[in-house]
């Protein structure tokens, strides 16, 4: 008994981390995605074709996150976006808090 307490500890420290970290990397892919694909920077006139995110906060307790990103423009140039988005990547321009 005390055995299997033991492994399923063991279990739990390592699989839940694991867990996390593929559950926010699909979050971050749903940004970046939603970020290229939704329609807020073409209707601001932004021809967006790449955005590279990364996380610059955690994660609040209710599910938001604040991302810094660098777009790549329809005519091959650069540029930077601070943004908070929600765990299913749906997102608004500037940090949240």
Known sequence: MAGA???????AMVVGPVIAEAR?????????????????????RIDVTAAQCRAVTDRTAAGMRDYLCRLTL????????????DEAGQWHSGPGR
């Not at 329809?74 to 988005?85: C, E, N």
Request: hydrophobic content about 40%; overall charge negative; charged content about 20%.
């Open 5 to 11: 307490f033991v492994w399923f500890v063991l279990g």
């Open 24 to 44: 926010e990397h699909q979050r971050l892919e749903a940004v970046q995605r939603n970020v290229v694909e939704d329609g807020q920077l073409k209707q601001a």
């Open 74 to 85: 329809g005519d091959g140039s650069t540029a930077s976006l601070s943004l908070t988005a």
